[in-house]
């Protein structure tokens, strides 16, 4: 079974600052993984993807994230934070599976993380 | 543009009553998800659909339930509502290909059971 862990509920940063979320996941294979952003009252955006490509992955809004097999994290991070980063973030994995000779996939959210970014 | 959209955004209801919630995409994506939102919990996946007349129970579909009648719709409807179902409800949708595709999704629709 697919899972993915948020480490932190809440993070807070001042702008012009480093932003890191982190993401731990359980696969029994190589998953997919992705990062989204849910500002609030609206619907959820897709920051950025890993599809077994290369591990390092750039999204939008200046938005990266590494994939360490060996650790099993998926962490996102932008080198300066900015106020419109202000959000909830979350680290999603995708399992996908087989029936009647098609693939199927399905996504597995983290608990999410809140950002906040100090003026 | 193509998009996906969520009708009603905001709903309040009482306790016993059936809702509907509208789900609409104008992709033509065979797939289609609903899922709910609750704190501490991120979304989870309620139904889905693979496309018209399939329809599959995630791991939150008790009191839920789907229809697929044509590619572009998937309504959600709660047969009796119950006040533990008061969150945030999202649609998304993708492409069918193999298992490989990027979910969109809808803005939302806030629901309330009093």
């Known amino acids: 079974a697919q899972s993915v862990t948020q480490l932190d509920s809440h993070v807070s940063v001042s702008e012009g600052t480093p932003v890191l979320l982190r993401c731990n996941y359980s696969s029994s294979y190589s998953p997919s993984l992705f990062w989204y952003v849910q500002h609030p009252n609206k619907g959820l955006q897709l920051l950025l993807k890993?599809?077994?490509?290369?591990?390092l992955v750039k999204g939008i809004n200046g938005f990266e994230a590494e994939f360490k097999k060996s650790e099993t994290s998926f962490h996102l991070t932008k080198p300066s934070a900015h106020m419109s980063d202000a959000a909830e973030y979350f680290c999603v994995v995708r399992s996908v599976y087989n029936a009647g000779g098609t693939s199927y996939g399905k996504l597995t959210f983290g608990q999410g993380t809140i950002l906040t970014v100090h003026p | 543009d193509a998009e996906i959209t969520q009708s009603p955004r905001h709903k309040i209801t009482e306790t016993g009553r059936q809702v509907t919630l509208a789900c609409h995409q104008t992709?033509?994506?065979?797939?289609m998800f609903w899922y709910r939102q609750d704190l501490g919990h991120g979304l989870r996946l309620i139904h889905y659909?693979?496309?018209?007349?399939?329809?599959n129970k995630g791991e939150v579909s008790d009191g839920y339930s789907v229809s697929r009648s044509n590619t572009e719709d998937l309504p959600l409807t709660l047969e009796s509502a119950a006040s533990s179902q008061t969150s945030v409800y999202f649609c998304?949708?993708?492409?069918?290909?193999?298992?490989?595709?990027?979910?969109?999704f809808g803005p939302g629709t806030r629901l309330l059971v009093l």
């Open positions: 890993y599809t077994s490509a290369a591990t």
């Open positions: 659909s693979y496309g018209v007349q399939d329809t």
């Open positions: 998304a949708s993708s492409e069918s290909a193999g298992g490989l595709e990027t979910q969109y």
């Open positions: 992709w033509n994506h065979n797939n």
